[in-house]
C-alpha cells in the first residue's frame, strides 16, 4: 500500500517517533531524544505536515543531517544556527535557494534533526531520505548507488566556520569529511546538494519517517513482560531469539575508525545467538549459523521494559529479545542491495533477508 500522499505530525507524536527511529537506527544512529526535546518546544500545539514527494511538483529540496560522533554532539550542543549556515552555503554557490527540506537518515538522532531544521528554516518537510535506516556513512546513500552527486556539499561547525566540499567522489566526500571533523569538534550539519522533489521517488527511500512513527506506535502497544511471539506480531518482524547478554567484546575497526563488536546472547531455550556490529547490529548467527544480515534491521530490546537498546549502551546480563525487522524496500530493487549488503561491511556473507526477499 503506497504511503499517504501527506501526513501530520503533533507533539503528542514525538515519543513514538523517537522509539521508531531508534528502531530504524538498528542499535546505531544515536538517541534522537535531545533533538525530540527541541523539536516538542518549537511545536507547541501546532503541527508539521509530511509532505509526500510527488506532492511537490518541481520543487527543490535539500538534504541535511548531522555527521560525525553521536556522543560528541550531546556534549558540545548546537547553537542552533548550523542547519541554516550549511543551507545557506549550498544555496550560494548553486545560486539556487531550496523550496523544502529532507533528511539525509531517517533513522536516530538524524531522524529529528531534519525537522528542527526544517522549522527554523520556514520551509515544508519532504518525508523522505537517502538511508531508511541507520548506515554508517555518506557513500553508502541512495543517492550514490543511483549515480547522483554529493557535491556541492556544505558542513557548518558548532564553532562558527563552514566548510564546502565541490567536484568530489562520494567516497572523496566520506574521507574529507571525516577527516575534517576529526579536528574541529566531532560533529557538523550537513547540507548536500538541492534535488527536484519529482527524482525522489526514483532516487531516494520514501515514507520513511511515517514508517518511524507507525513502528513507534505498535511498539507502545506492547504489554510489559511481552512474549516473543507477541514481539514478532506487533512489529512486523521475526524474534531469532532471547534471553541474557554473556559477553559483549569490543574491539576496533580497521584504522581504529569505528567501534566494532561480537555480542554472544545465551538463549533461554539453549541456542547461542552472535551479533556482529559495527556502528549498527549488522548480523546474527544462532549456533554457528547465519540467519539474518543487513540491510535488515536488527534490533535487540530489553526483555523487561521493551526498549530498543544501541548497540554502545549492551552490557553483559542485559535481558534481551533478538528481533529482525524487514529493510526498507529501496535496497531491494534490482542493483541496490551490494551498497548495503554483508560485503560492504567485510563480512563474508550473503544478504540473508526475511522471507527470503528480495
Known amino acids: 500500500m503506497s504511503p499517504p500522499a501527506s501526513r501530520t505530525l503533533r507533539a503528542a507524536d514525538l515519543e513514538a517517533l523517537a522509539v521508531g527511529l531508534c528502531l530504524l537506527g538498528s542499535g546505531g544512529a544515536g538517541d534522537p531524544q535531545p533533538f525530540a526535546s527541541v523539536l516538542r518546544s518549537q511545536l507547541g500545539d501546532g503541527e508539521l505536515v509530511l509532505h509526500a514527494p510527488g506532492g511537490l511538483g518541481g520543487a527543490s529540496v535539500v538534504p541535511v543531517g548531522m555527521v560525525g560522533a553521536t556522543s560528541v554532539f550531546t556534549?558540545?550542543?548546537?547553537?542552533?544556527?548550523?542547519?541554516?549556515?550549511?543551507?545557506?552555503?549550498?544555496?550560494?554557490?548553486?545560486?539556487?535557494?531550496?523550496?523544502?527540506?529532507?533528511?539525509?537518515?531517517?533513522?536516530?538522532?538524524n531522524g529529528v534533526t531534519a525537522l528542527v531544521a526544517t522549522l527554523r528554516l520556514g520551509l515544508p518537510y519532504v518525508d523522505a531520505d537517502l538511508a531508511g535506516r541507520g548506515l554508517p556513512r555518506l557513500d553508502q546513500l541512495t543517492w550514490v548507488t543511483a549515480q547522483l552527486p554529493l557535491t556541492p556539499c556544505a558542513l557548518a561547525f558548532p564553532g562558527g566556520h563552514t566548510l564546502l566540499v565541490d567536484s568530489a567522489s562520494?567516497?572523496?566526500?566520506?574521507?574529507?569529511?571525516r577527516a575534517a571533523l576529526a579536528g574541529t569538534g566531532g560533529w557538523a550539519a550537513l547540507a548536500l546538494p538541492p534535488s527536484p522533489a519529482a527524482l525522489l521517488d526514483e532516487t531516494a527511500c520514501v515514507g520513511t519517517l511515517g514508517r518511524a512513527l507507525e513502528l513507534g506506535r505498535a511498539h507502545g502497544s506492547l504489554r510489559v513482560l511481552a512474549d516473543?511471539?507477541?514481539?514478532?506480531?506487533?512489529?512486523?518482524?521475526?524474534v531469532l531469539g532471547e534471553g541474557r547478554v554473556?559477553?559483549?567484546?569490543?574491539?576496533?575497526?580497521?584504522?581504529?575508525?569505528?567501534?566494532?563488536?561480537s555480542v554472544t546472547v545465551l538463549d533461554r531455550n539453549g541456542p547461542v545467538l552472535r551479533i556482529e556490529t559495527e556502528n549498527e547490529f549488522l548480523m546474527v548467527l544462532v549456533d554457528g549459523e547465519p540467519r539474518a544480515t543487513v540491510p535488515d534491521l536488527i534490533c535487540l530490546l530489553d526483555r523487561r521494559t521493551n526498549r530498543p537498546l544501541a548497540v554502545d549502551a549492551l552490557r553483559r546480563g542485559d535481558e534481551v529479545f533478538v528481533v529482525v525487522l524487514p529493510a526498507p524496500a529501496?535496497?531491494?530493487?534490482?542493483?541496490?542491495?551490494?551498497?548495503?549488503?554483508?560485503?560492504?561491511?567485510?563480512?563474508?556473507?550473503p544478504p540473508l533477508l526475511l522471507g527470503g526477499r528480495p
Do not use: N
Open 228 to 238: 516473543a511471539a507477541e514481539v514478532a506480531e506487533v512489529l512486523g518482524g521475526e
Open 246 to 261: 554473556y559477553d559483549v567484546l569490543r574491539h576496533s575497526a580497521g584504522g581504529g575508525l569505528q567501534p566494532e563488536s
Open 170 to 177: 562520494a567516497t572523496e566526500v566520506e574521507r574529507t569529511i
Open 330 to 349: 529501496w535496497w531491494l530493487a534490482p542493483g541496490h542491495l551490494d551498497r548495503v549488503s554483508p560485503a560492504a561491511f567485510a563480512i563474508d556473507s
Open 75 to 109: 556534549e558540545k550542543l548546537p547553537s542552533g544556527g548550523e542547519f541554516g549556515a550549511a543551507v545557506a552555503a549550498t544555496g550560494r554557490w548553486t545560486g539556487a535557494a531550496p523550496d523544502a527540506v529532507m533528511g539525509i537518515e531517517t533513522a536516530g538522532l
